[in-house]
């Protein structure tokens, strides 16, 4: 049984996300400290729900501690591709045979080699969606002129492709400019507010 | 992709339409918006309408007021038949929920009338009163075994729910329930315009939005199409 | 107008299919940028098309050109065998001699073979002969001009100058059909970012975006889908 702050976040992207087949790209607002719940809500849904396989770009935790996450909600974390801009970064060895679903960059601020992993990974998908864990921690090593740009090409890609697009933004950070230009792409923008108080 | 979920028609016309040929079944359904938007209609009319093709339901009152007066003032409707009252079995559940000291008394009694009358469909009209009575925690509890046992038993469960106004939806119920509708009016000049969303059902590529329906004699007439 | 494919994809894409058939292109960039995997690249396509290619390294001794071929999984000793590639070490001392010597020479050994893909690397030594920049300008002239003549579509390597942008002198980027540039850039945390650039093609209708690209095992990679942040 979920704790109902869960159950708002989940009913919330269950009942906002995918109604129309001209969403494509979507923002969801929530506290900084919700982000990581709303991943995992938007992976249940999206792959629990809608049977959905996409893309999760790791920037926050390596792609195995992804996978175990993702594990530990139910479900299969083998079903998904990852971008892994954190084990390198941290000076770890590749070992021999790294899983095949994960695309290895050299750092988070290497937001070229992102788009060029993004864009290998997004033809395996066929559809699909992506998501970011998370936006806000690439913004300690971009500029935000430059994470705009990076934001508004990789939007423009997803919408070609077919891929479904989710951004999560961080409620503290509404002022920004570059929030307001990413919402301004979106098709659609959602607030969810859990009332956790952490 | 073939659908491999058992459906079961609601009964409503138009809303089948709406997804994919009917409720998936069995689940849990809930039905909610304010005062006046139908909701109580909605569901007596999906009772009759099944009742009608001969299956047994039950309807759970939670109000403390008798069933007797829910179904005088339904018994304009013409889906209301008498002949078919005695498929379904009429609960006053509101009377148990006074005295009611624990989830598991509520939950025997919606199990006891279950294995008694073996209905495919049944209805508890409002499951808000429940929230009510017990405390945030225990409603929580009671939602999660209600939906459990009445899948067990593979029964459809209909919950109407109250819409407090300023929140779009209530949040526990819509998490648990697998399919959740909304029933809406606003007034266009001195009429009230009924409008119904599917915003959720699982399993199913239902329509998103709001679609208008109408409530006269004959009971209530989804517009799909508009 | 026909083309010659590069081998490297991205390349061809941005170049509508190619190099201009019979013209001159050359190709610049600093140290360590892959200007050799580039040309031994663009060879080993020839190989694969059938042409007879003609490798003249100033640099490279044959030995270190075949081992590094070989890195990338590309045989060259096999088709050296059958004299479909012909690798050319010239010395330093063929250099300083006689330029003029050169400027028959080249040309004839072209034709001989007759060798439809040529390389020459790096191209930037024979300009460094010459002290005197009206000297430098006719002699790099005079020598493009010969090899032009001779049909083969030619592919020279060049260093860069100091603030990395063009050519060491400036001047091939005037004699020359097409040039592409190799650019090596260190981002806002050091790390080595390489982008490549057409910045010339005659007769070509081609990309002047800056694209990323890296020298992988499989050897030069294009991302042509990506951009540059």
């Not at chain 2, 039950?58 to 209301?80: A, C, D, G, Q």
């Not at chain 2, 509101?94 to 049944?122: F, H, M, T």
């Not at chain 2, 000049?189 to 004959?218: A, C, Q, W």
């Amino acid at each position: 049984m979920m704790n109902q702050q869960d159950e708002i976040l989940y009913s919330k992207i269950e009942m906002t996300l995918l109604r129309s087949p001209l969403e494509a790209i979507v923002s969801i607002t929530v506290k900084s400290t919700e982000v990581l719940n709303s991943d995992l809500a938007l992976l249940k849904f999206l792959v629990g729900e809608k049977n959905m396989s996409g893309i999760v770009v790791c920037v926050d935790r390596d792609y195995k501690q992804m996978k175990d996450l993702i594990e530990s909600i139910g479900i299969d974390s083998e079903s998904l591709l990852y971008i892994d801009a954190v084990t390198l970064y941290t000076g770890k060895e590749l070992e021999e045979n790294h899983h095949e679903n994960v695309f290895f960059v050299d750092s988070p601020s290497n937001l070229t080699f992102i788009d060029i992993g993004i864009t290998e990974l997004v033809e395996r998908l066929n559809g699909g969606f992506l998501i970011f864990d998370c936006l806000s921690s690439l913004k300690l090593y971009n500029n935000p002129k430059t994470l705009g740009v990076f934001m508004y090409d990789l939007a423009s890609k997803l919408r070609l492709e077919g891929v479904y697009g989710v951004i999560t933004l961080i409620e503290e950070d509404s002022g920004m400019e570059l929030h307001s230009t990413i919402k301004a792409f979106c098709d659609k923008n959602v607030v969810i507010k859990t009332g956790r108080d952490i | 992709m073939a659908d491999k979920i058992n459906r079961i028609a609601s009964g409503i016309r138009g809303l089948d339409e709406m997804i994919e040929r009917g409720f998936p079944f069995p689940s849990t359904i809930l039905v909610a918006g304010g005062t006046g938007t139908g909701k109580t209609t909605f569901s007596m009319q999906i009772l009759f309408e099944s009742a009608k093709q001969g299956d047994k339901c039950i309807y759970f009152s939670t109000f403390s007021e008798s069933s007797k007066w829910t179904l005088r003032f339904l018994s304009n409707f013409e889906f209301i038949d008498e002949s078919y009252t005695d498929q379904i079995k009429f609960v006053e559940l509101g009377l148990y929920l006074r005295s009611a000291r624990s989830v598991e008394e509520i939950l025997e009694v919606v199990e006891k009338n279950i294995d008694e009358v073996q209905p495919k469909k049944i209805i508890i009209d409002p499951v808000s009163i429940i929230g009510d009575i017990l405390n945030k925690d225990h409603y929580r509890t009671f939602l999660y075994d209600l939906t459990n046992l009445t899948k067990n038993k593979e029964v459809l469960t209909i919950l109407t729910g109250e819409v407090i106004p300023g929140s779009a939806y209530p949040p526990t119920l819509a998490f648990i329930s697998d399919g959740v509708i909304l029933l809406y009016y606003d007034f266009e000049g001195e009429k009230r315009r009924h409008r119904i969303e599917v915003l959720k059902m699982r399993g199913t590529n239902h329509y998103t939005g709001k679609y208008p329906f109408e409530i006269d004699k004959s009971g209530i007439t989804i517009y799909p199409s508009k | 107008m026909n083309r010659v494919r590069t081998g490297i994809e991205g390349v061809d894409r941005m170049t509508e299919g190619g190099f201009p058939e019979g013209h001159l292109i050359a190709l610049v960039g600093p140290f360590g940028a892959g200007k050799t995997t580039f040309a031994l690249q663009y060879i080993r396509e020839g190989l694969a098309n059938g042409e007879t290619c003609m490798y003249l390294s100033l640099e490279e001794g044959e030995d270190r050109l075949i081992k590094t071929a070989l890195n990338y999984g590309w045989d060259l000793k096999e088709h050296i065998g059958n004299e479909e590639l012909t690798i050319l070490k010239v010395e330093a001392s063929d250099i300083t001699n006689s330029m003029s010597h050169l400027e028959s020479s080249f040309p004839v050994t072209i034709r001989s073979i007759g060798a439809s893909r040529v390389v020459i690397d790096p191209f930037t030594l024979f300009e460094m002969l010459f002290e005197d920049e009206a000297k430098r300008r006719k002699n790099v002239f005079d020598l493009c001009d010969v090899i032009s003549d001779t049909g083969a579509t030619v592919l020279i390597t060049s260093e860069v100058n100091e603030d990395m942008k063009g050519s060491r002198y400036g001047l091939i980027e005037y004699i020359v059909d097409g040039v592409i540039l190799l650019h090596r850039t260190s981002d806002d945390y050091g790390r080595v970012r390489h982008s490549i650039q057409v910045e010339k093609m005659r007769w070509s209708n081609h990309s002047n975006e800056i694209k990323p690209y890296e020298v992988t095992k499989d050897g030069f990679k294009v991302y042509i889908k990506s951009k540059v942040y």
